[in-house]
């Protein structure tokens, strides 16, 4: 049996490297910044969702060995100028409170009659400190009135993807795996890397 192919995910994450492990199946080793001691919090202070995949990918991969890739993603709503965008993490007012930021969507929204949304993803593959190649997935949909569902992560309770009548967080997670901005940036990420010797 070939040995797998190791891929390491720049973020401490879990919901996310559980997702791109679910994604890519038993050909790829995956591993994120929590499989090693003393790795630095990157900074991300990009105004873009590039700029940010760029320097996780690259400030991480100076330091370990083998492919690294970052993405960087968000939620952009129409009736809100694109917000939160580069900042979805942190809308609510705490990084990573996934509560607050849905809450204060909600409160953005009330009276908007236009709410339709997508999630992007920006994706950086990079080795050695130098980033190599980026891959943009984005899905369309709309944001529903109210929280609805139990799975995924960030702002999955509130995304109906175009197509569907359900959110994210209710459709589960194998149909988000393939319909989501991550995995359409994950798809030409990997085969990109397929198409290395």
């Not at 050909?27 to 919090?41: S, Y």
């Not at 940010?52 to 009736?79: F, M, T, Y």
């Not at 009330?110 to 920006?122: K, N, S």
């Not at 997935?137 to 702002?155: I, Q």
Request: hydrophobic share 45%.
């Amino acid at each position: 049996m070939p040995a797998l192919s190791r891929l390491i995910v720049a973020t401490r994450n879990s919901h996310k490297s559980m997702e791109i492990r679910a994604m890519l199946g038993d050909r790829w080793e995956v591993m994120d910044a929590n499989d090693f001691v003393g790795l630095p919090a990157i900074e991300e202070t990009g105004q873009t969702f590039l700029e940010n995949a760029v320097l996780k990918a690259e400030g991480i991969s100076r330091l370990v060995a083998g492919w690294v890739l970052a993405d960087d993603s968000g939620l952009e709503v129409d009736a809100l100028g694109g917000a939160p965008g580069v900042w979805s993490s942190s809308f609510g007012g705490e990084e990573g409170h996934h509560a607050k930021n849905n809450a204060h969507l909600l409160s953005a929204m009330l009276g908007q009659g236009v709410r339709t949304a997508r999630f992007r993803c920006t994706m950086v593959l990079a080795t050695a400190g130098k980033a190599q190649a980026d891959f943009c997935g984005t899905v369309e949909g709309r944001l529903a009135e109210a929280a609805e569902g139990e799975g995924g992560f960030g702002y999955d309770p509130l995304f109906i993807p175009e197509g569907y009548q359900q959110t994210f967080a209710a459709l589960g997670q194998n149909l988000k795996n393939q319909l989501s901005h991550r995995a359409r940036a994950l798809n030409q990420a990997i085969a990109w890397l397929n198409d290395r010797p």
